[in-house]
């Protein structure tokens, strides 16, 4: 098991910046695909961004040319720049370490923290 803690949420104003950080207890970035994901008020947790174990990005197409993802392998932590921030941004964003094993998702996730965007 892995513990994953989120900071860096907090207030912003429209079209501000925030930048998130994900430390995991263990360096697991060879074997987990990492994520952020956020749930606005009465929504469904939805997919921000991944960064594979190579390295490769993948962004929901509402944040794509905003938002970045990164990891530091040295200290086992994950980040999210947010740029250009917006109202519908605001959310609960939390991390995600996901390993596939024999065709099945293993999740571990944050306590997430939340963002609030507003003017």
């Known amino acids: 098991q892995v513990q994953l803690v989120e900071s860096g949420g907090g207030l912003v104003q429209i079209g501000g910046s925030l930048r998130l950080s994900c430390a995991a207890s263990k360096n697991i970035f060879s074997t987990h695909i990492m994520g952020w994901y956020r749930q606005a008020a009465g929504k469904q947790r939805e997919l921000v961004a991944t960064?594979?174990?190579?390295?490769?990005?993948n962004y929901a197409d509402s944040v794509k040319g905003r938002f970045t993802i990164s990891k530091d392998n040295a200290k086992t932590t994950v980040y999210l720049q947010m740029n250009s921030l917006k109202p519908e941004d605001t959310a609960i964003y939390y991390c995600n370490a996901r390993q596939w094993l024999a065709g099945a998702a293993y999740d571990n996730w944050g306590q997430g923290t939340q963002v609030t965007v507003s003017s």
């Open positions: 960064i594979s174990t190579i390295g490769r990005t």
